[in-house]
């Protein structure tokens, strides 16, 4: 298994900067702790900060040398808020934090990196709905069609996110020109037709950035897909 540098740093509402850095085993999910440079333990964010909350994403949960394909707050096993991803070099303004918690002990900050662009094909579809609630579906790109599934339950979009609608999102994605659904993905209801759509950032050539374009409202049975030509 190989390993890279994660990275980030936050701004609280009380004006302090969380520098955040750990080593994270790739092709799995790892904790992003308080770096000891500021600290005197590598710790928990929600240890570090507890009763205190996040007010600007002054750097993003960042891949040192590979690519970071989903980052979140973690709360006692569910997605609290999603987070914003980079890699090293290519990230280009900060960003408000997409939900506004107070964070508790034991929060965590999970990270899921690739070793190098492309290695497994990995990709991340990142929602937050009208109602708050946080949700990331992810999958390996392949040949033809790749519905993505809740990186926690397993469900698909449908499943998983029943009578909401999306607010912001981002799409994590490297696959280029092997891109065949609108150079992203598309949500497709119970009939398999598009009525959202997401296109792909490159954290290695772009900060992926959350938009509010293409947003969809789920029903039961609909599916997040990315189509690839080879």
Not at 72 to 92: D, F, M, S, T
């Amino acid at each position: 298994m190989t390993t890279q540098l994660a990275t980030a740093s936050f701004m609280l509402n009380t004006g302090e900067i969380v520098d955040l850095s750990s080593t994270v085993t790739d092709n799995a999910e790892g904790e992003l702790k308080v770096s000891t440079l500021y600290s005197v333990a590598a710790v928990s964010i929600g240890q570090y900060a507890e009763g205190k909350s996040i007010a600007q994403v002054i750097s993003p949960v960042t891949a040192a040398t590979g690519q970071m394909t989903y980052a979140y707050i973690n709360r006692r096993g569910a997605i609290l808020c999603v987070l914003p991803v980079a890699q090293a070099g290519q990230a280009w303004t900060p960003q408000a934090p997409l939900a506004g918690v107070t964070l508790q002990a034991g929060d965590t900050i999970q990270c899921f990196s690739v070793a190098t662009a492309n290695a497994g094909r990995y990709c991340a579809y990142s929602v937050v709905t009208q109602n708050g609630v946080h949700a990331i579906f992810a999958g390996q790109a392949a040949s033809g069609n790749v519905d993505l599934t809740h990186i926690l339950s397993g469900a698909n979009i449908g499943g998983a996110l029943t009578g909401m609608r999306i607010a912001c999102h981002f799409f994590v994605c490297d696959e280029g020109a092997l891109i065949s659904s609108g150079n992203g993905l598309y949500v497709l209801n119970d009939r398999g037709l598009p009525i959202g759509a997401c296109m792909a950032s490159n954290p290695t050539q772009v900060q992926p950035i959350p938009n509010k374009m293409g947003l969809a409202s789920i029903g039961l049975n609909f599916v997040a897909r990315i189509i690839c030509s080879a």
